[in-house]
């Protein structure tokens, strides 16, 4: 069974469209798995800063619970 996605990479949860793509290969059989848009230092450092709030959040949150 062969999957093929095309992986959407997101920058402050919007999709990066526009973007030069690159392929995944599965090593084990050379094919193509899917293909992903190649995110810049901006999208990454807006990825990392959304993480930190969610986690902040997120961790608040669990503590509320227990």
């Known amino acids: 069974m062969e999957l093929k ?3 959407i990479t997101l920058s402050n ?3 990066i ?3 030069k793509r690159f392929e995944t290969i599965n090593p084990s059989t050379g094919k193509v798995i899917t293909n992903i ?3 810049s230092s ?3 450092d ?3 800063e959304a993480a ?3 986690f902040i959040i997120f961790g608040d949150l ?3 619970r227990t």
């Open 5 to 7: 996605h095309e992986l």
């Open 13 to 15: 949860g919007k999709p």
């Open 62 to 64: 669990l503590m509320k």
């Open 52 to 54: 930190i709030e969610a």
């Open 17 to 19: 469209k526009d973007k």
């Open 46 to 48: 807006l990825a990392v």
């Open 37 to 39: 848009a190649e995110a």
């Open 42 to 44: 901006k999208d990454v």
